[in-house]
């Protein structure tokens, strides 16, 4: 008995394509996502955006118009916080011949990946969002954009060479 090879192949090239849409549609959507963090649109799904303020790069090899992978800046609620502690050990530090020097609290910052720099000084400010609550921070730059489109044009590729094979069967 002897059956016919179509029935087998066609059966897993169904299989096939409609797995090539799933995954296609998968990163698309990562694609998607990637997309909208890095232009600011993530304010609109949810996603916590904030702008920071005495940004700080550490990085001297900038060239014009690069991005600079690690930067660190002070939220608006930070730099308020950070101002009061700066103002107290300030006061303190007049009364140390007395008391003993203070013991200064943490100055807090937060690290944010791939901001857009000039090559010269740091950006006065950055706007980034963050993804996952207490995650990391993304600026919204045309590298985190240019990263996103990657997946999601194969994603949108691939979903569709599924789409065309379903249809082809």
């Given at each position: 008995?002897?059956?016919?090879?179509?029935?087998?192949?066609?059966?897993?090239?169904?299989?096939?394509?409609?797995?090539?849409?799933?995954?296609?549609?998968?990163?698309?959507?990562?694609?998607?996502?990637?997309?909208?963090?890095?232009?600011?649109?993530?304010?609109?799904?949810?996603?916590?955006?904030?702008?920071?303020?005495?940004?700080?790069?550490?990085?001297?090899?900038t060239k014009k118009g690069q991005?600079?992978?690690?930067?660190?800046?002070?939220?608006?609620?930070?730099?308020r916080a950070n101002e009061a502690?700066?103002?107290?050990?300030?006061?303190?530090?007049?009364?140390?011949?007395?008391?003993?020097?203070?013991?200064?609290?943490?100055?807090?910052?937060?690290?944010?990946?791939?901001?857009?720099?000039?090559?010269?000084?740091?950006?006065?400010?950055?706007?980034?969002?963050?993804?996952?609550?207490?995650?990391?921070?993304?600026?919204?730059?045309?590298?985190v954009v240019g990263y996103g489109?990657?997946?999601?044009?194969?994603?949108?590729?691939?979903?569709?060479?599924?789409?065309?094979?379903?249809?082809?069967?």
């Amino acid at each position: 008995m002897s059956g016919s090879g179509t029935g087998r192949t066609g059966g897993r090239g169904r299989l096939k394509g409609v797995s090539l849409v799933v995954g296609g549609a998968l990163l698309f959507a990562l694609g998607l996502g990637v997309v909208v963090t890095g232009t600011g649109l993530s304010g609109a799904l949810g996603m916590r955006v904030e702008t920071f303020g005495r940004i700080d790069c550490h990085d001297t090899r900038t060239k014009k118009g690069q991005t600079v992978r690690h930067c660190f800046g002070e939220s608006a609620a930070q730099q308020r916080a950070n101002e009061a502690e700066r103002d107290l050990v300030a006061r303190e530090m007049l009364r140390a011949h007395v008391d003993g020097v203070p013991r200064s609290e943490e100055i807090s910052r937060s690290r944010i990946l791939f901001a857009d720099h000039d090559g010269r000084t740091d950006p006065a400010t950055v706007t980034a969002t963050q993804v996952f609550d207490g995650g990391r921070w993304y600026a919204h730059s045309s590298t985190v954009v240019g990263y996103g489109m990657i997946p999601l044009l194969m994603g949108a590729g691939t979903a569709a060479w599924g789409g065309y094979r379903l249809r082809k069967r």
